[in-house]
T-cell receptor
Framework: GAGVSQSPSNKVTEKGKDVELRCDPI?????LYWYRQSLGQGLEFLIY????????KSGLPSDRFSAERTGGSVSTLTIQRTQQEDSAVYLC?????????????FGPGTRLTVL | ELKVEQNPLFLSMQEGKNYTIYCNYS?????LYWYRQDPGKSLESLFV?????AVKQEGRLMASLDTKARLSTLHITAAVHDLSATYFC????????????FGKGTSLLVTP
């Protein structure tokens, strides 16, 4: 079956521009997570959605970052006024849901480069 | 502060040799995950360990979990070049929405 998909695979933008990253989770998975992977910080949790509940935004590094999930499926991570330190690979993962067997399956990632 | 520590961070080993990667975590959790990442690729799930004493094996890799010691090990038996990759352990916690807290990863290179 289809895995987690993300688009675009690569994004190059200029400092100060806004970017949108998309994640399409595995069908039937109610939990969706965004992570960021960078050389300096390793793998960091950003935000988490469970079904139609309010998201857990505790990992977002600043108010320039936001995310939404429409219809309990596709999610978009938006970074406003991008900075060079936002350059990283943004990974999306989905799972069947918390409180249970929470194996998370990762998408291929979006490599963001801010010039 | 939640901490997940792996060691070693870098490992070069010869084909045919055995070695163990260690993963320690700071706060009680009953669930530990191992992932593999090839260069330029995403994370591939290897093992999910759900309880104290859990042991899982797949090919030349075997993972175990000791929740009392807050320690997981990933044992490599008779390494082959195809095992060269970065291996991450991760723990999830209920008070952070079961998001994964990752170690820094162990970069493994298997040489002839």
């Amino acid at each position: 079956g289809a895995g987690v998909s993300q688009s675009p695979s690569n994004k190059v933008t200029e400092k100060g521009k806004d970017v949108e990253l998309r994640c399409d989770p595995i069908s039937g998975h109610t939990a969706l997570y965004w992570y960021r992977q960078s050389l300096g910080q390793g793998l960091e949790f950003l935000i988490y959605f469970q079904g139609n509940s309010a998201p857990d935004k505790s990992g977002l590094p600043s108010d320039r970052f936001s995310a939404e999930r429409t219809g309990g499926s596709v999610s978009t991570l938006t970074i406003q006024r991008t900075q060079q330190e936002d350059s990283a690979v943004y990974l999306c993962a989905s799972s069947l849901g918390v409180g249970s067997y929470n194996e998370q399956f990762f998408g291929p990632g979006t490599r963001l480069t801010v010039l | 502060e939640l901490k997940v520590e792996q060691n070693p961070l870098f490992l070069s080993m010869q084909e045919g040799k055995n070695y163990t990667i260690y993963c320690n975590y700071s706060t009680t959790s009953d669930r530990l995950y191992w992932y593999r990442q090839d260069p330029g690729k995403s994370l591939e799930s290897l093992f999910v360990l759900l309880s104290n004493g859990a042991v899982k094996q797949e090919g030349r890799l075997m993972a175990s979990l000791d929740t009392k010691a807050r320690l997981s090990t990933l044992h490599i038996t008779a390494a082959v070049h195809d095992l060269s990759a970065t291996y991450f352990c991760a723990v999830d916690y209920s008070n952070s929405g079961y998001a994964l807290n990752f170690g820094k990863g162990t970069s493994l290179l298997v040489t002839p």
